[in-house]
């Protein structure tokens, strides 16, 4: 069960368990972000709430972020995702790129690409500019965050968020894919003194089973880093 939220006239939130994606509209386009876990109809209930032209950008390639991904011809998603996309994933999908810096216009409704990688390669977070808000994907947000894998880098993420928080007059709420929402500004830098202490060994991790892999639990004050090292 997939429920679907208004945000204001022009956002829509949907709760799956676990897991949440964002619906956009602008004057001339909607967009997806995200298409969930358990929703591979996520493009039909878009529908259900707009019949502007709708698109996909997905913020990275986790399987809890791509579930309704099969229903478009293709997605936005930043090039460095591509590996897990295609290769991890199984995912057929074209992809078309986005970049740092890239600006996707929905008419009146301008959203900003901000690369954040650590989490995965090409983790993307999505500014909108007219409602000051920023969509973060995974790796900002009150619960846990994978840092398990070979392609997840606490260090690159650390240096991520810092960037970030040079930018924080920008946006005055943010939108997690996973646990509290909405969340406010100031948990980027609190999450990245969490990750210091994690880097710098601060931290005793807990074990705990994680997709049947033994993983540690690097339980911190505003968050849980779950790494393999």
């Not at 996520?42 to 990275?60: K, M, Y």
Request: aromatic residues 8%; contains cysteine; charged residues 20%.
């Amino acid at each position: 069960m997939t429920d679907i939220i208004k945000i204001n006239e022009q956002t829509w939130r949907f709760e799956e368990e676990g897991v949440r994606f964002f619906l956009l509209t602008g004057k001339n386009q909607a967009l997806l972000i995200d298409s969930g876990m358990m929703t591979p109809n996520a493009r039909e209930l878009a529908e259900s709430v707009t019949d502007l032209p709708l698109q996909l950008l997905n913020t990275h390639a986790d399987r809890d972020h791509i579930a309704g991904n099969a229903a478009f011809d293709w997605c936005w998603m930043h090039p460095s995702e591509g590996i897990v996309y295609h290769n991890i994933q199984k995912n057929p999908g074209a992809m078309r790129f986005v970049w740092e810096g890239d600006v996707l216009d929905l008419g009146e409704r301008e959203l900003e690409i901000i690369h954040l990688p650590g989490h995965t390669p090409g983790s993307i977070a999505v500014l909108d500019r007219k409602y000051r808000a920023l969509i973060s994907g995974d790796p900002i947000q009150t619960g846990n965050i994978y840092m398990f894998g070979l392609h997840r880098d606490l260090p690159s993420y650390v240096a991520s968020l810092e960037r970030l928080a040079a930018r924080m007059d920008e946006f005055d709420a943010i939108y997690p894919s996973h646990a509290a929402f909405p969340v406010t500004p100031d948990l980027i830098p609190a999450l990245i003194a969490d990750a210091r202490q994690v880097l710098n060994g601060e931290i005793e991790p807990e074990m705990r089973e994680v997709h049947g892999q033994q993983i540690k639990a690097c339980v911190c004050a505003h968050a849980t880093f779950l790494i393999n090292r």
